[in-house]
């Protein structure tokens, strides 16, 4: 059985030209981009450095205990 997440990125038109965009769902994934498709792949990477840098502190954090760590697939 796959399991399915859906996020919702928000893009808003700036004032002063371009997009801000971040993910509704996820605090701290935010990012601009002069176009929507700049946008759109700054919010992925975006999500990618945040959600590796998350598990980079997990590793760390629990370095010294006992934990079962395994992979959550995301099903588009």
Known sequence: MK??????AVFQEAE????IAFVEEIPGINTQGDTLEEAKAN???????????????????????????EPLELAS
């Open 43 to 69: 919010l992925l990477e975006a999500l990618h450095l945040v959600t590796e840098t998350q598990r980079m502190l997990s590793d760390k954090e629990l370095k010294d205990t006992r934990f079962i760590k």
């Open 16 to 19: 002063e030209g371009g997009y």
């Open 3 to 8: 399991t399915q997440l859906k996020l919702t």
